[in-house]
């Protein structure tokens, strides 16, 4: 069982992280330039401050969702045709399709951003900076975390908790966010990985 949770939690997060690297070569390439000159949060503020900041813009929440959507798609494309199995997949593909999962995973992963991303405004830390003492290593932890909670809770709508796959998903995302956050770096579209 341990051997399915861990497959079924890679399954969830090769979209999303496919995904995340293809936001990368979006950003590095800087395609749709007129779509990231727009907020996410629409210039939006609270208490003076804007809601998300500069960095959540609509083109990284299209790019995010339709790319998690493209690869969600090929690798459900891969399973049929690889003769995988079923079980691979942790909501059958009766249950919800391909093109229905791709754009419910890459939505939660950009909403589950969003409250940490509005903390971070309020506590006056700018986009893209990180946070002194042990808010450092709060929002850390949460930066790494945020969207596979949101991913979870989503998940929880269409099939009950497999808790062995929740904590292959958070285990997953503490390794991989950080490895794409260090591609960023690389490339200088990030000052930090954490």
């Known amino acids: 069982m341990a051997d399915t949770a861990l497959l079924q939690s890679i399954w969830l997060c090769l979209p999303l992280t496919l995904g995340g690297i293809t936001h990368v070569a979006v950003i590095r390439r800087n395609a749709l330039p007129?779509?990231?000159?727009?907020?996410?949060?629409?210039?939006?503020?609270?208490?003076?401050r804007d809601l998300f900041?500069?960095?959540?813009t609509v083109r990284g929440a299209i790019v995010m969702i339709c790319a998690t959507i493209f690869w969600?798609?090929?690798?459900?494309?891969?399973?049929?045709g690889l003769n995988l199995?079923?079980?691979?997949?942790?909501?059958p593909k009766e249950q919800l399709g391909s093109i229905a999962q791709g754009a419910l995973l890459g939505s939660a992963y950009i909403v589950g951003e969003l409250p940490n991303s509005f903390i971070k405004r309020q506590l006056n830390i700018?986009?893209?900076s990180a946070a002194t003492g042990f808010l450092k290593i709060l929002f850390w932890f949460i930066d790494q975390a945020d969207s596979a909670v949101a991913i979870m809770i989503v998940l929880c709508f269409f099939k009950?908790?497999?808790?062995?796959?929740?904590?292959?998903?958070?285990?997953?995302?503490?390794i991989l966010h950080p490895i794409i956050?260090?591609?960023?770096?690389?490339?200088?579209?990030?000052?930090?990985v954490g």
Do not use: C, E, H
């Open 34 to 48: 007129s779509l990231a000159q727009w907020p996410l949060d629409g210039g939006m503020q609270f208490r003076g």
């Open 181 to 192: 956050a260090a591609l960023m770096v690389a490339i200088g579209l990030k000052q930090r």
């Open 72 to 80: 969600t798609v090929v690798l459900d494309g891969l399973q049929a």
């Open 160 to 174: 009950p908790p497999d808790f062995a796959v929740y904590l292959w998903i958070i285990a997953l995302t503490l």
């Open 85 to 91: 199995a079923a079980g691979l997949r942790y909501i």
């Open 126 to 128: 700018p986009p893209g």
């Open 53 to 56: 900041g500069a960095n959540k």
